[in-house]
């Protein structure tokens, strides 16, 4: 059993808290943060946990294990920094930090202390998209030379309307907070990436910090690719389109409206796609993960040295929009 203390009672700490509370055999959840109190007193009565007054009492609690961080973009670097010097593995939510420095240096002290940090990235983990990897590693479709995301997605005014999303120095942006799991599936896939050049900012919409609209190619070892992301595809999401051609075949996984694209022998694991986030469904395969890594030693995929290269084209890509050049990226 591993006791596990929150760092945030927001929206998503939810889908964290329904994934553990179908995984009572495995942890329990030992108590709840939040700055603001009274979010933190709403959550601990919806699912019956307590709650600590300060953080520091949380950290420095020796019968919790692991630490999940579930707070604004902007806070992950000085909260998981925090957990880390306090000796407890980590769970942060996407992204680890808004810049290469701040990730790197949270990375360099948990292989100091010993202590396992991870990343919520559990698209990694369905089916299909465990499927498609393996079909690619086993060359089914040869040498992939081409590869294309588009991901088309809606974010209307009432989800900016919160305190910090479409902020610089707390929102993460198209890149980083958005679209970071579908650029970590491109990477991972048929990566890893090597160079990038990437346009984009506030195209569609001047009221925001954040970038909106992204177009980016980039060069692998072996072949070349494009990215198109955008949260403007009024007046709701249309949809994701993941594309990897080979020279002996290609696959296609496709949502929303892009659905109908997907290669026949990946249709049946589509229903997967389509659950909803709060479900705690992606969040629960992720704690089983973090379960066999922590209590078993086990390999994980969703370890930070694991999906560190995907940041770092994260961060190149932002690097490229501001420099306007082509970004070779680190990791």
Known sequence: MLNVGIVGCGRIAEAHLNALSSLKDKFKVSAVYDLDTKRAEDISKKFGINVKPKLEELLTDNSIDLISVTVPDGFHYDIVKKALL?????????????????????????KRENVFLGVVLQKRLFKIFKRVKEAVDNGKIGNIFLTSLQQLWYRDDNYFSTSWHGKKT????????????NIDLIDWISGPIDKIF???????????????????VFETQKGIGNITLTISSYP???????EFIGDKGRILIGTGAFEQLTSKDFKEDLQELKQPTLSGYGHRLMYNEVYDKIKNGKNTIIDINDTYHSFAVAFAMRKSIEEKREITVGG
Request: aromatic residues 6%; without cysteine.
């Open 86 to 110: 306090s000796y407890k593995n980590v769970l942060v939510e996407k992204p680890i930090a808004l810049n290469m420095r701040e990730a790197n240096e949270l990375i360099q002290i948990a």
């Open 198 to 216: 990437a346009y984009g900012g506030q195209v569609a919409r001047q009221d925001i910090e954040t970038e909106d609209t992204v177009a980016a």
């Open 170 to 181: 707390l929102d993460g942006g198209l890149i980083l907070n958005q679209s970071v799991h």
């Open 236 to 242: 709701k999401n249309f949809g994701d389109l993941f």
